[in-house]
């Protein structure tokens, strides 16, 4: 189960880098995001299956740069 688990991760996480340009809502407000780098995908792994949370801290990330 964890070997899959570990597979779903990084399948999901190219498909993501295949995407370069996404919209990601936290608390009403939108951010464009433009970002493909292993520390979103540390992020990610992170989260515990949580998406929300990842892309609030994707969001948070870029307005803190």
Sequence with gaps: MLKND??????????WLSVS?????????FF???????????????TAHSSDRFETSTAFRLGSQ
Aim: charged share 20%; glycine share 0%; hydrophobic share 40%.
């Design 6 to 15: 570990c597979r779903m991760r990084v399948l999901l996480y190219f498909c």
């Design 21 to 29: 340009c996404r919209v990601v809502r936290t608390r009403n407000v």
């Design 32 to 46: 464009a995001v433009y970002e493909t780098d292993w520390i979103h995908f540390t992020a990610y792994t992170h």
